[in-house]
């Protein structure tokens, strides 16, 4: 399998390179900065799989075209966005990066025959309705730091979770028809993260709480895992927990767990134009 990992010398993009690369997967890693590179080479020595870096610039992704051409290079089967302004260069390019280049991304994607998975990193307060499991007093925390910390980053991943979202109903539709082969679309949507060593215990799906946190180790091992199968889709809110990283992987499959419950997915389809 070949997969496009975007955003490469993220934290959480770090930690999943190894772990990619463990399954005999070959990963082409995007960074912008090429001092990065042998950082991100070193990571696949003694690898099973093949490790390449790809210098490209998000800030220049400005159309579906520009996105192609990155596909095009790679030829992926899986897409991974990792990727994010992380607060530089302000607003616009929190946009510009966060929302737009991440819709580009998913279009040229969607609209590839080979890609039949795409893995986005975004957050659990990425949504506009309160979920039915959680209190008032949850949703008022993450509504605060929707509102009030991260307003414009909160803004764009809601956007590009939304089209993804928009994207991957309107494909089951076609699927349906016969007129398109499946395409997983993952969402991945941890809490607040932490540096700190993997627990490997999670609460993963429609989580118990809200405002909690997540080490990046534990995103990075969950969305392996997510990748690794051909039954994952949908939303996946993600906090530490109390289960083990593999039972709550499948257990959100067996149950059908999807967090996007309680959302305007029809809604979302007509407001792209889909």
Known sequence: MQVLLLGGHGKVALLLTPLLLARSWNVTSVIRNPEHESEILALGKGAKGKLNVLLSSLDDVESEGDAKKVLDAVDPDYVVWSAGAGGKGGPARTQAIDEVAAKHFLMASFARPRVTKFLLVSWIGSRRNPPSWLSNDDWAGLQNVFHNVLPAYAKAKLEADEYMTALAAQRKKLVAAGAAQPLQAINLRPGTLTDTPATRKVD???????????????????????????????????????????????????????????????????????
């Open 204 to 274: 993963l799906g429609k989580t118990k709480k809200g405002v909690d946190n997540v080490t990046r180790e534990d995103v990075a091992i969950v969305a392996d895992l997510l990748l690794a199968r051909d039954d994952t889709d949908g939303w996946y809110d993600l906090l530490n927990g109390e289960e083990g990283v593999e039972e709550a992987v499948e257990r959100v499959v067996r149950e059908k767990v999807d967090a996007v419950e309680g959302e305007d997915v029809e809604g979302m389809v007509k407001r792209f134009g889909l």
